[in-house]
């Protein structure tokens, strides 16, 4: 069995851990290649 996946600009992507580390930077590089990215933000 072969998995295909959809391109990133036609996935969304739920991302724990996005406001920092290795969390971050996969939630930067999945949006700078067209991904709908899902985080939270905490200021």
């Known amino acids: 069995m ?3 996946l959809n ?3 036609e996935q969304t992507i739920v991302i ?3 406001t920092s ?3 971050l930077c996969t939630a930067r ?3 700078s290649r067209g991904a709908n990215v899902v ?3 905490t200021e």
């Open 7 to 9: 391109p990133l600009s």
């Open 29 to 31: 590089m999945a949006a």
């Open 21 to 23: 580390g290795i969390g």
């Open 16 to 18: 724990t851990g996005a």
């Open 2 to 4: 072969q998995l295909k």
């Open 39 to 41: 985080g939270r933000r």
